[in-house]
């Protein structure tokens, strides 16, 4: 639509002067609607010649279309649910599965150790730390965690615990043969 045609069709709906109509649609960037918001701003545009009017009118309940992209809180609500829901269910489908020389001591969901990590974390992690140094060892199986990258840290830390206890029984073995020929030497002294 060409800017003279604007302008008409604004006067018309606005019942404003030639004048009156380009000046609001060059404020408006020649956009019709918002030059009918500019004029009504203006107090230039009588209620009963609008028929653009930008101007709320009051609906009832029944007719009032509640846009189809706003999100509501019991949407939120609704979404956090279902993510929840499905969240439990991924972690009930995967297992921390516990061993002590390769045979099965204990197999929990994942969700149930979740928990236990959320209720008692220092106590759970300790537990589980002291089990490594114990000759306990630990994987995960299931369709979502169970991946072999997953289970590679795991058997990681497993790996530097057994070094670590091996360097202690090895350290343990040497102060006592350290002992041992400290005993012998100071016996075969006193009896010489």
Known sequence: MEHIEM?????EKANISYEEAKNALEQANWDLL???VYLEKEGKVKEESTSYS????KKSKQSYDIPKDTVGVGDLFSRF???LGKLIQKGNQNHLNVYKEGNPVI????TVFAILLMCTFGT?????ILGLFFGFHYSISGPDLGRED???V???ASEVADNIKDEFKEAAAKKHEKENSQEAQTSDGDGA
């Open 81 to 83: 649910f279902r993510f």
């Open 154 to 156: 795991i058997h990681k």
């Open 34 to 36: 918002d030059a009918m």
């Open 7 to 11: 302008v008409e069709k604004l006067r």
């Open 107 to 110: 197999s929990i969901p994942v």
């Open 150 to 152: 997953v289970n590679k």
């Open 124 to 128: 759970t992690l300790f537990v589980m």
């Open 54 to 57: 930008t101007k709320r009118e």
